[in-house]
């Protein structure tokens, strides 16, 4: 059980260009959901914060505009990355709260590597 | 601000050996810590939770121990195996419920 999914898994774009990645939980309904990135031989740093049917809590520095939350449903999130440009490179994880969770614990997805060229 | 800091950043070690992983952290009023492991370009997989007012857990080979009052918590791996090679990361759960991430030791064990 608690099991997350990101998709893609993997994707390249230019610079410019606009990408979405989906974070879903399988078998659980989550009222929160978390977006963290991860940079090579760095730790995750979150991203933001969102709660089903609200807007999404940024984290300092991190820009609203450019990194946009939609957690439309108890079971899916998306982080569109808006205008992407080669600093945006990184490993992009989600993570999900359940609904029930047990000691406030978050299950995390496997991750989305994106490089810009 | 919440700090975390793991050390050492990187370890190798022959199989069979036990090893102690460092976690510490600078603000003790803490929700939980969780101990994560990461395998090179994966996501992360639980591995032991310790809440405040617990001193240590137990999951097979592994056994980690918190130290509120001083900031600190081990992951003791007994009788390390190649599968056990991989990024294990402390994390901390403060009073606004949100996970503040170590750096990670990369550990390496050897056949």
């Known amino acids: 059980g608690a099991v997350v999914s990101q998709h893609p898994s993997r994707v390249i774009c230019k610079s410019g260009t606009s990408v979405k990645i989906e974070c879903r939980s399988l078998d659980f309904q989550a009222t929160t959901m978390f977006w963290y990135r991860q940079f090579p031989k760095q730790s995750l740093m979150l991203m933001a914060t969102s709660n089903e049917g609200s807007k999404a809590t940024y984290e300092q520095g991190v820009e609203k505009d450019k990194f946009l939350i939609n957690h439309a449903s108890l079971t899916l999130s998306t982080l569109t990355v808006t205008s992407a440009h080669p600093e945006d490179s990184s490993f992009y994880i989600c993570?999900?709260?359940?609904?029930?969770?047990?000691?406030?614990?978050?299950?995390f997805g496997p991750g989305t590597r994106l490089t810009v060229l | 601000k919440q700090e975390v800091t793991q050390i050492p950043a990187a370890l190798s070690v022959p199989e069979g050996e036990n090893l102690v992983l460092n976690c510490s952290f600078t603000?003790?009023?803490?929700?939980?810590l969780q101990w994560f492991r990461q395998d090179p370009g994966k996501g992360l997989t639980s591995l032991l939770l310790i809440q405040s007012s617990q001193r240590e857990q137990t999951s097979g080979r592994l056994n980690a121990s918190l130290d509120k009052s001083s900031g600190r918590s081990t992951l003791y791996i007994a009788a390390s195996q190649p599968g056990d090679s991989a990024t294990y990361l402390c994390?901390?759960?403060?009073?606004?419920?949100?996970?503040?991430f170590g750096s990670g030791t990369q550990l390496t064990v050897l056949p």
């Open positions: 994390a901390v759960r403060g009073s606004a419920r949100q996970l503040t």
């Open positions: 993570s999900a709260r359940p609904l029930a969770a047990k000691y406030n614990e978050q299950f």
């Open positions: 603000d003790s009023a803490i929700y939980n």
